[in-house]
Structure formats: C-alpha cells, structure tokens
C-alpha cells in the first residue's frame, strides 16, 4: 500500500487550499482514511477522519473550515482547506486507520 499526498504549497491568510491523497494497492472505499498535521516544533495533530459509509468527523480546530471527501475513480482522498489561518503552518499527512500505512506528507505554509 501507497498514499501520496500532494497539493501543498504557499496560501494567504483567509485563502483555501485542496490537498489529494493518492492510494496505490488499496481501495479508499475499503478504509477509513485520517488526514494528520504536523507543525515545527509541534506533535502531529489529528484534524479529521473519512469513515467507510463515506461520513466524516473533523477536530473542533478545523470544523466548518475544513472538509474531506473521497473520489473512487480516483482512489483518492481530498482535505479541502478554506480560511487558513498562519498557524496552520504545517506538514499534512493522510494515513490509512488501523494500519502503519503514512504518506509522506505535504507542505502548507500559510502566510502574506
């Protein structure tokens, strides 16, 4: 199994970001899927979770602000970011629940 994140880069403050998390050798429909950050200096913080009935529960930091959803075609997993703030500064990870399966991150700096 692979996971794949990319869409990082540079956002403004209030801007909006979409990051992707590509699966190779399993289905995102057969598992649930989390999207992590971790800032410098900082422990990796859990931001939100795609269930497999396709539901999704969001830390209270990004709740209304961020959301995920799955493309099957794709075999993909998306974080759409909207209002980033500068302190979310970080590298974002996806991770298959329940297994040792962790992309190799992506960076989002958010600044002016």
């Known amino acids: 199994v692979q996971l794949v994140e990319s869409g990082g880069g540079l956002a403004q403050p209030g801007g909006s970001l979409r990051l992707s998390c590509a699966a190779s050798?399993?289905?995102?429909?057969?598992?649930?899927l989390v999207w992590y950050r971790q800032a410098p200096g900082k422990e990796r913080e859990w931001l939100g979770s795609s269930s497999l009935d396709g539901e999704s529960t969001y830390a209270d930091s990004v709740k209304d602000r961020f959301t995920i959803s799955r493309d099957a075609a794709k075999n993909t997993m998306y974080l759409q970011m909207n209002r980033l703030k500068p302190e979310e500064t970080a590298v974002y990870y996806c991770k298959m629940a329940g297994t040792s399966y962790w992309g190799q991150g992506t960076q989002v700096t958010v600044a002016s």
């Open positions: 050798g399993s289905a995102v429909g057969a598992n649930v």
